[in-house]
């Protein structure tokens, strides 16, 4: 196999171009729902800085079509423990960024897991962030 570099939302790559039970190492590095935006900053060729830069991603989430449809593929999936979870966090605390945040990351989850061999390992950067105190 040849490898190669997508780019654009992995929700998309995965489910059109990774075939199942095909890959050896997943290394998932996610948004943390960190509410800020992200940015590409330009180089010139000689290194330095530009005044030129692009948004890469924006690490805010709202509820909306995007986390409905996700939800939405979680429930219309094989997976029932996944799905019983997913209502009950639904039911319990509504349609806001974090359930928006949740569905996003469980739906790309199922997809990961579908194309992980038998053989394979996942590994996963979380970041932990001190409470505020109340």
């Given at each position: 196999m040849t490898n190669r570099l997508y780019?654009?939302?992995?929700l998309e790559v995965l489910r059109e171009h990774i075939a199942d039970a095909?890959?050896?190492?997943?290394?998932?590095?996610?948004?943390?729902?960190?509410?800020a935006g992200y940015n590409v900053l330009f180089k010139s060729a000689s290194g330095a800085g530009a005044d030129a830069s692009i948004e890469a991603f924006?690490?805010?989430?709202?509820w909306g079509?995007?986390?409905?449809n996700a939800l939405m593929d979680i429930a219309k999936g094989t997976n029932r423990p996944?799905?019983?979870?997913?209502?009950a966090?639904?039911?319990?605390?509504?349609e806001n960024p974090l359930m928006a945040y949740l569905a996003m990351m469980a739906v790309r989850l199922v997809?990961?897991?579908?194309?992980?061999?038998d053989t394979g390992s996942l590994y996963l950067h979380t970041a932990i962030r001190?409470?505020?105190t109340i």
């Amino acid at each position: 196999m040849t490898n190669r570099l997508y780019y654009g939302d992995n929700l998309e790559v995965l489910r059109e171009h990774i075939a199942d039970a095909s890959v050896d190492l997943i290394y998932l590095d996610p948004p943390f729902n960190s509410n800020a935006g992200y940015n590409v900053l330009f180089k010139s060729a000689s290194g330095a800085g530009a005044d030129a830069s692009i948004e890469a991603f924006d690490d805010t989430w709202t509820w909306g079509e995007s986390a409905q449809n996700a939800l939405m593929d979680i429930a219309k999936g094989t997976n029932r423990p996944l799905q019983v979870m997913m209502a009950a966090m639904h039911s319990a605390i509504g349609e806001n960024p974090l359930m928006a945040y949740l569905a996003m990351m469980a739906v790309r989850l199922v997809e990961l897991h579908r194309v992980l061999k038998d053989t394979g390992s996942l590994y996963l950067h979380t970041a932990i962030r001190p409470r505020a105190t109340i």
